[in-house]
């Protein structure tokens, strides 16, 4: 269907040169102003059908256009219009050779022109592909690498809502992160700073990340003992979006750790 299309659009940039030679011969021909339509055509061919068949229609135009100039300069056809009878055949020859040369030029510039283009614009949305099957690659990596971490990755917006975590966070927690998503620093963490409090603390002029301690809540109500390090989650820009969060479990460690030490 896609063939069949372009091949009608193609017939019908043909039958519009026909048109257009009509058009030419009606007002003057060889003296007419409307010389230059036939750049539209050329021009159509690139964009609609292919831009090297811009080079077929630029040469039928300067063939169409060429025939007629010369059917007229000969008196094979009728000049149309008291102007172009009343020339000088000896200008008139020399206007025809000029107006033949400059529409040839012309018409094979601009697809010239067309073809070079849409060279380059081919060239452009290859690399636009490209870049974009390359930063696919980049996100699925950089999602595969967080996944991977042992320790547990939560992020989290201005307002102390999660945002994401990865996989270590599901086990830990027993949740998954469609069920973490969108809840509130306290409802993940126990036994911590509240959210604004280290909020303060991070955009207090911190270079390094803080740590503290804290419990996280599992779906089963229990709490399990973990260490975190929070730090500022910002743009590209350096602008501030939230926070982000790595953490252990410190189950064991609390265990091996003697009731009463310090």
Known sequence: WIGGSLRFAEVQIYLDILLETG?????GGTFSLFAFIYLFSVLATSIVVAPRKSFVTAALSALCHGILLFLQFYRKIPPVGEFAMRQDPVAEASFTILIISANVCASFTVAYLATYLAGQLRQVRWQARRTEASLAELQVLHEDIVQSVSSGLVTFDREGRLLTANRSVETLGGRLQEQLRQQPWDGVFQQAPSF???????????RVPHRFSAALVRADGTIIPIGVSASVLRRGTGEPVG????????????????????
Do not use: A, E, H
């Open 243 to 262: 926070v982000i969060c790595s953490f252990q479990d410190l189950s064991d460690i609390k265990r091996m750790t003697p009731t009463g030490s310090p």
């Open 196 to 206: 604004s409090q280290l909020w303060r603390t991070l955009n207090d002029g911190m």
């Open 23 to 27: 058009l030419i011969y009606v007002t």
